[in-house]
């Protein structure tokens, strides 16, 4: 099978499924909301720093994607479809595949968590183009490492959890830079000030597709 035919019929697959069981979205969308009604009551009318404003958003994106597209590969050994991808694709075509999708639902997520919070919590954003380079840089990022993550959560299903407990200290570079980055965004921060933070994420996001490319066909062929 071509290479690229072969990554759109994995993509296209995935997104078959979620818009007719709508797993995926309904499991984003709740806990984004949850999350956002759990501040408004705790908080209430008292404001709320620019500080406190990014972390939470990026817990809400963290958790809603780490929930959403964790049974990204789990849900094809359940539903007995990793013979047939091994036997008609290759390793690369289904992680990509499986990429792109998680990045559509993971930007999905990020318009509309970003939006959200910034209607209900009315928050000003004082340099939006940084804004956007840091949601879409950790939208990346927060894409490729939770592939990666699906990837050994369905096979330590078979051999134990210790794989990805592992691999979730990783995303503390990812965290820690996006929240900072999102930070100086609101406060009107420049793009100078922020460069550290966005090579950071910028750099995570090429190490963790570099590390998904390497270790991929032994997770998928295993």
């Known amino acids: 099978m071509d290479w690229l035919a072969g990554t759109w019929a994995v ?6 499924i ?23 009551f705790a908080v209430g009318p008292q404001p709320l720093s620019a500080r406190v404003q990014s972390a939470l958003l990026w817990i809400a994106m963290l ?8 049974r990204s590969f789990v849900a094809e050994a359940e539903g ?3 013979l047939l ?18 990045m559509l639902l993971v930007g999905g997520l990020t318009l509309f968590a ?3 919070f910034l209607f209900l919590l009315d928050i000003s954003v004082r340099t939006p183009g940084l804004l956007a380079a840091a949601l879409g840089l950790g939208t ?11 990837a050994l959560v369905a096979r330590a299903a078979r051999r134990g959890p210790l794989l990805p407990v592992l691999l979730l200290p990783l995303l503390v570079p990812l965290l820690v830079s996006g929240t900072s980055a999102t930070r100086k965004a609101f406060v ?29 066909d032994y997770l998928w062929e295993e």
């Open 18 to 40: 979620e818009l007719r069981n709508r797993y995926g979205i309904n499991t984003l969308l709740l806990f984004v909301l949850g999350t956002l009604l759990l501040v408004l």
């Open 63 to 70: 958790f809603a994607a780490s929930l959403g597209l964790g």
């Open 11 to 16: 993509f296209r697959k995935d997104l078959r």
């Open 114 to 116: 970003t939006g959200a």
């Open 188 to 216: 009107g921060r420049s793009w100078l000030q922020a460069q550290d933070e966005l090579l950071t994420l910028l750099g995570f996001a090429g190490a963790t597709l570099s590390a998904a490319v390497i270790l991929f």
């Open 85 to 102: 991808l091994r036997l008609n694709t290759r390793p690369s075509m289904v992680f990509v595949g499986k990429l792109l999708f998680n």
């Open 80 to 82: 007995g479809t990793v």
């Open 140 to 150: 990346i990022g927060l894409a490729v490492a939770t592939t990666l993550l699906a």
